[in-house]
Every structure is written in C-alpha cells, then in structure tokens.
C-alpha cells in the first residue's frame, strides 16, 4: 500500500498553525514590555499561521487513514517542520546570528535539550526569552501528542501518532482511549507547570523569570533567563527546582495514579524504586567526594550534589556550580550521568531506568541461563514476563545508542580539530546531544557554550539531538528500505 502524502501535510500543516498560533502569547508579552522582538515575533507567527492553514485547507478532502508509515513520517517530519518555524522568531529578530545558530536554538528548545548558542542570554529581549522556554514546554510533553489529543476534531486517528512519537518499552496508559490519555497528560503537565510557577514566585523569583523557569522545569529543558543559569538564585529556589525535576522525571502515569491515591501501583514499579535509588546512590556518592576532598560545608556540598545528580539524570541540564572544577572522579561520574535518563513515560531524554534494567537484569539472568542451560529462566518486570520482542527492542536500542555515540564523536571531531581537548569536547558534544541534557565536559561544560562551533558542527548536533528525541527508531526506521516498499 503506497503512502497517504495528503494527510503528511495536513497534520503537518496543523502543526506549523499550531506553533504559529503559540508565537502570539510571547507577541503579547514583547508589545507590553520592549519593542525589539515584536517585528520578529509577528512575521514568524504570520508565516506559520498561514503556511499551516494553506497547508491544512488544501489536503481537507485528503483520505484521512492514517497507518504507520504515515505516524512515523509525520513525527519525523513535523518536528523537522515545528524546529524551522520555530527558529523565524530568532532570525527575523535582529540578534546577530545566522540561520544555522536560530536553527540549532529552536532544535535544542523543542528537544528540551537546553544547549545553547547564545553568550549573553540576559540582554535578549523579553519576548524572545519566553519563546524559548516555550519552545521547551512545546516539546517537553511533545507535539505530536498535542495533536493527538485535537486530532477528533480533523477527523484523523491519532494512535499511530503516539507509537511513533514514544517508542519505548513502556505501554502503560492513563486511558485505554488514546485521545483521553493524551488529554489527560496535557492536563497534568499543565497543572505542575503553573505549580511550579506560583512557587517559584513565592520564593522570590520575578513573575517573569518563575513563568520561564516553570516552563522550562516540567520539561527538564533547562534554558534560564540568567547567563548563571540557577547559580543566579538562592538555596531556596534551588532545593524547590531539584524537587521539581526529580518529579519531572517521573513517568507520568504514575504521577497520575499518585495523585489518584494509587500509592501501591507506584511503588509497585520496579522503575520507580530503581530511579529513587540511583538517584539516592549517587547523591550519596557525590556529596561524599566532595567533602572529602573540599573543605566546603555539608549542606552547600549536599545541595551541589543532588542539584546536578537530579538536572544530569533528568536531563534537565540547569547548573548551580561547574561540575568540571571537582574532582576528576566526579567529572566523569557527571559525564556517565549524560547516558542515564530517568524514567520512561517522562519528559526526561536519555536511554532511560527502564531500558538500563532489562539490560542489567538480563545479563545477570545469562550467568544463570549457562548454569541452566535446559531450564526456562524469564525476565520479569514488574512481576510480569518481559516479551522477547520487547527485550529485542532494548538490546537493539542501547547498541545503536552506543554506536551513535561513538561514531558520532568521531566525525565531530574532524568538525571541530582547532579547539582545545577535541576528543573529550566532541564526546560531550555528541553525549549531551543524543541525551538532550546540554551540558557536557571540556570546552562544552556547565560554563560553555556552543557558539564557537562551526555551523556544520551545529547542524549535525542538531539532527543527533532529534534523533535522541525521538529515541532513535522514529527517523532510523525512514532510512530502512522496508519503510519504503509499497507492501
């Protein structure tokens, strides 16, 4: 059966009206504040409102079955296509950057990846800054799943959609209908953003800085209003932050059912218990390190610690201090966080607890299989049979994890040969784009940024940091020759 490309560019053409239509909120706040980004914010909010309505109106009669091969180009393409509208307000605002570095932000936003371009982030303009972190917010949860969520009222099924844009190996859902569950994540991430918020507000942050770094929390993205990121707040707003980012990491459907009452289907999730103890270990491990070789007290050693254990792990990336100034034991333990990930079913990027697990447990199972070689040895999860499909699907995502990893790392540096410690710079690189953290190691640590890369570096970086988006499948499976035969 040949591909339905009518209704490609009719969801894609929603899309682009849906981000233009989010453009006018931060229109709004520059008409009201500063002048500078509005031109900007108005062209690009024009440009995808009628390139998506022309788009939308001219496939309306299109044959609105949807299959796989049409959710997995439209995930692949309609972020493609959200990442250069969403790069229009950057571009058409005099910022003083070219059309690779708008496109590299705009990416890093959506992918809630968090690096960034930009050397003095607090001279933007106000509007420009709240594109940003919406940008974060927009991606953090998903477009796709926003769509699927309004997809009743096109008249198009949206399942093959949310498959495409969450691959994992998780199926559990809020709802058996795909509609309601994802209307009832878009609720619950609404909801903790503006928690957060108010919060953040109360603990002394402007109204404007808590709105962005709400945004920006809940989907552990990480872009901040201030050049120090969360280094520029107290202990308070801290402590609050790493609270906020632990629950960020958290699938959701548990959030749901905690808020539900559910407390034993939460802790009954091998995941959870897991991620509450890695991340129990290795503030442990951090704090310790670091009393014993500084001489900084235990609360500012505790707070440092954790701070980062929970921003690496999340993915969120926010900094309160330069990781890479510790111990060299910890430098590389930061730098092994870029390939944790927390929990599936979250906003966190990342390989993820889940996947880690069924590869550790397996291994431990194969000792155990030679001993036995006849007997019938299962990996469980949660008490039940992992599907070897399922275990397949891990094994194969974690190589080619890996394998990107390397390989990517590789042809960054042959990108970028004149900076200092290449190797180690193009790892990081490579590590925090796939992982969408954004700080990494060397010339791109907690202090860095990437605006002295080359423009081949930025696009290629930001393809790696789709590609980790989307957890790799979702744009691989469209260079398989079987994604394109006709049956």
Not at 152 to 170: K, N, R
Not at 176 to 205: F, N
Not at 366 to 378: A, Q, S, T, V, Y
Request: hydrophobic share 50%; aromatic share 12%; proline share 4%.
């Amino acid at each position: 059966m040949s591909i339905n490309f009518p209704i490609i560019i009719k969801v894609i053409g929603a899309i682009s009206f849906c981000i233009g239509a989010m453009m006018l909120i931060p229109l709004v706040v520059a008409l009201s504040s500063d002048i500078d980004s509005c031109s900007g914010l108005f062209y690009s909010a024009m440009l995808g409102l009628v390139l998506g309505a022309v788009l939308f109106l001219s496939t309306r009669n299109a044959n609105p079955k949807l299959g796989k091969r049409e959710g997995y180009l439209i995930v692949s393409l309609g972020w493609l296509a959200a990442g250069v509208i969403s790069a229009l307000p950057y571009l058409l605002t005099d910022l003083g950057i070219t059309s690779v570095e708008s496109l590299f932000e705009s990416i890093s936003g959506l992918t809630t990846t968090g690096a960034t371009i930009f050397n003095d982030i607090e001279v933007l303009p106000s509007g420009i800054l709240l594109w940003r972190s919406m940008t974060q917010w927009i991606g953090g949860m998903g477009i796709i799943v926003l769509t699927v969520a309004i997809f009743p009222l096109l008249g198009i099924g949206g399942v093959e959609l949310f498959v495409a844009e969450s691959p994992g190996p998780t199926s559990n859902k809020i709802h058996p209908r795909i509609k309601e569950t994802a209307k009832r994540l878009w609720l619950l991430y609404l909801g903790i953003s503006c928690v957060i918020i108010i919060v953040l507000r109360l603990l002394g942050m402007t109204t404007f800085d808590a709105i962005n770094h709400g945004l920006t929390t809940v989907a552990t993205g990480g872009f901040s209003t201030k050049n120090a990121s969360m280094a520029a707040f107290g202990p308070s707003i801290h402590y609050c932050v790493l609270f906020f980012m632990f629950i960020a990491g958290i699938n959701y459907s548990l959030i749901y059912a905690g808020l539900r009452g559910k407390f034993t289907k939460v802790w009954r999730s091998d995941e959870f218990k897991t991620y509450v103890g890695f991340v129990t270990f290795s503030i442990l491990l951090v704090t310790s390190v670091k009393l014993y070789h500084t001489d900084i007290g235990l609360e500012q050693a505790f707070r440092d610690g954790a701070f980062h254990v929970v921003s690496l792990i999340t993915t969120t990336g926010y900094i309160s201090a330069d990781y890479t100034l510790w111990h060299p034991s910890l430098t590389v333990y930061c730098f092994m966080l870029l390939f944790a990930g927390a929990c599936a079913g979250s906003t966190a990027g990342g390989i993820k607890i889940i996947r880690h697990m069924v590869f550790a447990k397996n291994s431990l199972l194969e000792f155990k299989r030679i001993l036995h070689p006849n007997g019938l040895i299962r990996l469980r999860i949660d008490k039940q049979l992992v599907a070897p499909r399922i275990l397949t699907h891990v094994l194969v995502f974690l190589l080619l994890y890996l394998g990107i990893f390397a390989i990517g790392t590789v042809i960054m540096t042959f990108m970028i040969p004149d900076v200092d410690q290449p190797l180690l710079t193009s790892a990081g690189a490579v590590a925090t784009s796939l992982g969408n953290v954004g700080p990494a190691i060397a010339g791109l640590g907690p202090t860095d940024n990437f605006s002295d890369l080359p423009g081949v570096a930025k696009v290629f970086l930001s393809f790696i940091m789709l590609l980790g988006r989307l957890e790799l499948f979702s744009i691989l499976i469209l260079f398989s020759p079987y994604f394109w035969k006709s049956n």
